[in-house]
């Protein structure tokens, strides 16, 4: 009798312990989720992260990190015909009109205005289907592994998809760039036409969460009836700024719920610690055909890394892929990257960063990059 009380309470142990687990995690209503760390893009949580859906007005991140990078601000763009007589006409554009690049894009990005988005891919790349080749190309470039897009604002096309993990990495790189997240936190503001001159526009960000989440700072909604409710979405809070992606959430409104929900956790869960360190990684490599010997790399910043509850800061170790010696024949100009500095947690590696020269070496003769060339073939033994 003894040993099957001792049984039942050891099931009952067992039952609230998995029922606390399941407890902590985030209740998600949308199909598909993510939450990730901002500066490296460590997954916190994921539900179907690597789902193909359709990302709806998500796409704008790539559209306008595209136009920020390739456009002047200052530049005229004009709303062609194809541009005006796009779905939704949210600013009640007519052919000709036109605004500064800045403008455009904050309309695209605060209130998702579908023309202006074609409109900002017919100035950087002539036509949207070349600005689409343009948006895969970068995509990859970026680390996107299951996403394709034919056009620059997400209405429906069964051939335009991406998937939760996909707009993370997006929205990671969008917000590396100073201009794109002084647009994408701004709650409301107005933009006014450069032709004709007395027209402007009030903006409200459809971003809800600005205003009502603590720390809430960017950056994209999302809806057609395809796609459901989707929403890329920043906060931060100290040090730690996250980034969450629900898709085909059912309703309007449980997107904000669901982004709300996976912040919480988050910010409950992950600390900021010392990662690499700058001062500390500073290496000394051997040059041949240079001016001089020896030339001094390291990191361009520092790099702090997010550790969750219960992960011991004195497991992050770094290692360096850099060579001992390095070619000067063509010179080498201080920024260039050289190698890598890899963070590894309990041996396995979770960050890198470029190791870059500290300064110029010019190509030509020095009698230690002689030595160093002669000494070559030693260097590996």
């Not at 179907?48 to 005229?76: G, H, V, Y």
């Not at 554009?93 to 036109?98: A, F, K, L, N």
């Not at 055909?289 to 997010?306: D, I």
Request: hydrophobic share 45%; with cysteine.
């Amino acid at each position: 009798m003894k040993n099957f009380f001792a049984t039942i309470i050891f099931f009952l142990i067992v039952v609230m312990n998995l029922s606390a687990q399941a407890a902590g995690e985030p209740k998600i209503l949308a199909d598909s989720a993510i939450l990730v760390e901002a500066t490296t893009g460590r997954i916190i949580y994921e539900k179907n992260a690597d789902a193909e859906r359709e990302p709806a007005s998500m796409t704008k991140m790539l559209t306008c990190i595209l136009a920020l990078e390739k456009l002047n601000p200052l530049e005229e763009i004009t709303m062609s015909q194809a541009a005006v007589t796009t779905e939704d006409n949210t600013l009640n554009w007519t052919v000709g009109d036109s605004v500064s690049a800045r403008d455009m894009v904050t309309a695209v990005m605060l209130v998702s205005e579908n023309g202006g988005a074609v409109a900002l891919a017919q100035a950087v790349a002539g036509s949207t289907s070349e600005f689409a080749d343009m948006m895969n190309d970068k995509a990859k470039v970026i680390g996107c592994k299951d996403s394709h897009f034919v056009n620059p604002n997400g209405l429906p096309n069964s051939n335009h998809y991406s998937t939760a993990a996909d707009m993370a990495r997006i929205a990671v790189y969008c917000m590396k760039n100073s201009e794109f997240r002084e647009v994408v936190g701004t709650r409301r503001t107005s933009i006014r036409w450069i032709r004709p001159k007395e027209k402007w526009a009030e903006l409200n960000n459809t971003n809800e969460l600005l205003g009502k989440y603590k720390g809430a700072n960017g950056v994209k909604t999302g809806w057609t009836t395809a796609a459901g409710g989707c929403l890329a979405a920043s906060a931060k809070r100290g040090e730690v700024e996250l980034i969450a992606v629900v898709m085909h959430s059912p309703d309007h409104d449980t997107r904000f719920d669901d982004a709300a929900a996976l912040f919480n956790y988050g910010f409950e869960r992950v600390r900021m610690v010392d990662g690499i360190e700058s001062e500390r990684t500073e290496k000394t490599v051997f040059v041949q055909g240079g001016k001089q010997a020896t030339l001094r790399v390291g990191l361009e910043e520092n790099l702090n890394f997010p550790l969750m509850a219960g992960e011991d800061p004195k497991l992050l170790k770094v290692t360096y892929d850099l060579p001992k010696i390095v070619d000067a024949s063509k010179g080498i100009r201080a920024g260039e990257i050289l190698g890598e500095a890899v963070l590894n947690y309990n041996g396995k590696p979770v960050a890198r960063r470029p190791l870059v020269a500290r300064e110029d070496v010019s190509e030509g003769f020095s009698l230690g990059s002689l030595f160093v060339s002669l000494a070559a073939p030693f260097f590996d033994e």
